[in-house]
């Protein structure tokens, strides 16, 4: 399940959770791609996964495939959760994407630093409404305004 959402500048906010089906996934891809229609130059995104378990590897290469054609990626923070295993998954993928301009958090303090630097008083101001709903609510689906 996922969901996706532009509500201000440059910011685009994604969250995944289990399970997440390869169809799932390509939608996903095209609705990703429609949102960065909408931003004229270049964009950033805060990406929950904290409700994810490990993805297919038919997933994963659905994701990765995405992530490779951002052009226009000014930065990206991957919240976590827990999972060492998950770490490692999503580790490998930002590795296969082969761009440094994305990083992955245990926390929300750290994602919001690291996007901080290149988000306007605006878009800072919605980021932090979006990560304190992941701090207060148990269900990341609670802060997303479409679900697919």
């Known amino acids: 399940m996922y969901s996706i959402a532009h509500s ?3 910011l685009v906010e994604i969250c995944i959770w289990s399970p997440v089906s390869v169809e799932e996934a390509t939608r996903w891809a095209r609705e990703h ?19 994810a378990a490990v993805f297919p590897q038919a997933v994963v290469d659905a994701y990765v ?10 930065r990206t923070g991957v919240l976590l959760n827990q999972s060492p295993t998950l770490r490692m998954q999503v580790q490998r ?3 296969e994407a082969n761009s ?11 994602v919001a630093h690291w996007l901080d630097d290149v988000l306007d008083a605006r ?12 701090e207060k609510a ?4 609670r802060w997303q305004t479409h679900v697919a």
């Open 123 to 134: 878009e800072r101001k919605r980021l932090r409404e979006v990560l304190a709903r992941r």
């Open 65 to 74: 495939a995405t992530m490779r054609r951002e052009p226009r990626l000014l």
């Open 8 to 10: 201000t500048g440059k």
């Open 33 to 51: 791609d429609q949102v960065l229609q909408e931003i004229k130059g270049p964009y950033v995104c805060i990406v929950d996964v904290v409700e």
């Open 93 to 95: 993928m930002l590795r």
């Open 100 to 110: 440094s301009a994305r990083k992955m958090f245990d926390d929300t303090e750290g």
């Open 138 to 141: 148990p269900s990341s689906r």
